[in-house]
């Protein structure tokens, strides 16, 4: 997975986050009501069992009174059905005065497992004989006493008393009655409620969070809905579609970014139209022209036709600008456009090439006919002469024609440079005629063996018949061989055939980014398996000017390193002279970018370019691959000697290593070595096989070879 993609998965979906707040918060609120029910109802019943316990304790009292006036009381015979209709009643007892037990009633036989009241607890009682004790040590059990008591009236003069509280009476304590309650009861049931209250309120929390989740998803949809346009318009997708929303505020997104989308697209048109077509004549300028040619020749293959390529340059056109300006020289350039776009069909092509020169590629004809077709041209120009501010202005030209036969053979490159070529012989031959370019015999079968070459390339490419072969390179430090330059041949009937037999056609026909890229990915691939048991191998690739043209190059080796576990260390890129110097606005800073990813460059065949030192300066290398014609003859040849000494020597100054190509015999090798050279390689060090690591000893073992004798 892609960082940015990896990145995009750990983000929360809309719908999500507000489901996860509007949970939390119900939770939360749900969890407070749950312990405000619980409190309360707890609350409440333990009150209502408080004011209940006073009355039983106070009933306890009057139906227990038999027991101390030694008399028979039908209330005291009651006090079993009486206990009976209260089940929080576990037991009560009753006390003489000195505090031994006359009486129990009890609901449970283990009431009498709590224990009795002490003197200390008489003693309370007796202290204030009209109220009751609570004592709830032993919860859920609460234990309520009260002492009973006997009132006597001892004032003498009854009859005189005008109210009873004139009278003098006497409170004796008979005895005490214990009451115990039991609670435990109420809380299980409260505990129950709450509990069955708990599974209602997750049973309804669970409901709303899926009703929830599909009411925020239908509500948050249209939201949805323009994510996926927004990808395609980040991806440069202009051609998408915005849903409609019911909602303002998402409506008023989706036409903003309707309106975004075709400000974007008209100002890609404008952008499109400036860069494809000339300002002028407003005809494909000569950068279109190459992708325009190109389509028409793929439309040659699918009508199988041959088609012409016309080269139109206006004889003696800087006298107009020279004599009546460039205004006029513009205008007249106008109207030779517009009489050229007259004169073929509406679908042949007509561009612009620079300044009085221009192009017409027609589709269906064959040479004799786009002769005529020049002829008549060059006649219309000279019989109908152009005006401008009531001047008329005579132009001639020359034409020079080339064909494009079927099978297409010639890139569009190789067809505007032969119909150059014939324009200029129409031009030595005397202006205003036509003149056909004639490729010789050794042209030809080049050109014919190249087409053969690139359908065998294409073919290799598409089902895996390319060859990779590894030449060995030697530290000469320690003679230590950890790199191998991957060099690529074709296959064919068991045959390797080398570069040198078919880079000619991959270059001519545009397929050598194909092939780069096949080696790129199929030599990493073996070199992740290899790494297992050789981890410091580091493998040399070749790159050309090809792959540094769309600029796409750093991001395709990355990901294939990624793709292969593998460290930008593992590879250094090998690039010529003509690569880097040749093609510095593209392939520089493309090499900088993996330099900064951790790839590391060679120069290759360093002296056989431009080989300046200025250049070599700036390049953003780290190692500098001396050409092979310095080597050669390097025992014998001083100049040579001087030449590879002084590259080493400014290779270090800039901080690059240098490596020797050719090594072909130890002489050479102990030469380059002495010169200052880093690094070696040749037939003597090793040739080109499909794995010449396989005598190497394994990850547990130090790489290096014996020394040379």
Known sequence: MKPAEKKQATHRTLVHEMLIVQLSFAAFVGVIAIGCVWWVVSWVVRDNLDDWAQRWIVEMESLGTGLYLDETDERFLELENYLARFPEILYVRYYDSDGRILYIEQAADDATAYPELTQADFLILIENPKVHNVDTRYEPLVRISQAVVTEAIVTIDLFNADSMNELETKTSVVGYVELGLDYDRYDREILGSVAFGSIFVLLAFLAMAVIGRIALKRAVQPLIDIQSPLEDMAKGNLDIQVP????????????????????????????????????????????????????????????????????????????????????????????????????????????????????????????????????????????????????????????????????????????????????????????????????????????????????????????????????????????????????????????LHYPSAFLSAAVRFGIMQDVDRWVIANALSQLAEIRQQHPNIVFNINITGDSFGDGTLPQFITETLERNNLPASSIILEITEQVAIGSVSQAIPQITQLVEQGCEFAVDDFGTGYSSLSYLKKLPVQYIKIDGAFIHRLTEDKADQTIVKAVSDIAHLLGKSTVAEYIEDEKTLNLVRKLGVDYAQGFFIGKPTLTPWSNLPTRSQVVQLPKRA
């Open 244 to 495: 409609d929303s019911p909602h303002r505020e998402i409506a008023n997104i989706g036409n903003a970014l309707k309106t975004a989308i075709s400000r974007i697209q008209e100002r890609d048109r404008n952008l499109r139209r400036l860069a494809n077509h000339d300002a002028l004549t407003d005809l494909p300028n000569r950068n279109h022209l190459i992708d325009e040619l190109q389509d028409r020749m793929e439309q040659l293959v699918t009508e199988r036709c041959s088609g012409a390529l016309l080269f139109i340059d206006l004889d003696k056109f800087k006298y107009v600008n020279d004599s009546y300006g460039h205004a006029t020289g513009d205008a007249v350039l106008i109207q030779v456009a517009a009489r050229l776009r007259q004169f073929v069909r509406k679908d042949d092509l007509v561009a612009r090439y620079s300044g009085d020169e221009f192009v017409i590629f027609i589709a269906g004809v064959t040479a004799d006919r786009a002769d005529d077709i020049a002829r008549k041209l060059i006649q219309d120009l000279r019989e109908y002469p152009l005006s401008h501010s009531a001047q008329s202005f005579s132009v001639g030209c020359s034409v020079g024609i080339t064909v494009a036969p079927y099978p297409p053979i010639f890139t569009p490159e190789e067809l505007i440079s032969q119909a150059d070529l014939a324009c200029r012989q129409a031009k030595t031959n005397g202006r205003k005629r036509t003149s056909h370019f004639k490729a010789d015999e050794r042209q030809l079968d080049s050109i014919k063996s190249d087409l053969d070459w690139q359908q065998k390339l294409e073919r290799a490419i598409q089902h895996d018949e390319l060859v990779l072969e590894y030449q060995p390179i030697m530290k000469l430090s320690n003679e230590t061989i950890n790199n191998y330059e991957v060099l690529v041949r074709l296959q064919e009937d068991g045959k």
